[in-house]
Nanobody
Framework: QVQLVESGGGLVQAGGSLRLSCAAS????????MGWYRQAPGKQRELVAH???????NYADSVKGRFTISRDNAKNTVYLQMNSLKPEDTAVYYC?????????WGQGTQVTVSS
């Protein structure tokens, strides 16, 4: 069973930066894309960013220009560099991996941005 393990969340002041990492416990084959969702209290889970197997990226409008997604295929890891953080970025961030047969999700990591 593949597990996705996230790290890098925490508490930061507005304007600060954090880097999230998500590592798969085993090699995952036939990946369509890897990415990050987030869920704030009382809100629906929303896409933050994803990166395809061909390294094409897609970002939510609210994070464009501030967040950067990248991946290291050799390490089965996806990263999310978050700069210029805002209080509205506060949420639990979940990584995921999409394959033709199954979607994998991490357990979530809390990001809190204070004003």
């Amino acid at each position: 069973q593949v597990q996705l393990v996230e790290s890098g969340g925490g508490l930061v002041q507005a304007g600060g930066s954090l880097r999230l990492s998500c590592a798969a416990s085993k090699r995952i084959y036939s990946i369509n894309f890897m990415g990050w969702y987030r869920q704030a209290p009382g809100k629906q889970r929303e896409l933050v960013a994803h990166i395809t197997s061909g390294d094409s990226t897609n970002y939510a409008d609210s994070v464009k220009g501030r967040f950067t997604i990248s991946r290291d295929n050799a390490k089965n890891t996806v990263y999310l560099q978050m700069n210029s953080l805002k209080p509205e970025d506060t949420a639990v961030y979940y990584c995921y991996v999409d394959t033709p047969l199954y979607d994998y999700w991490g357990q979530g990591t809390q990001v809190t941005v204070s004003s």
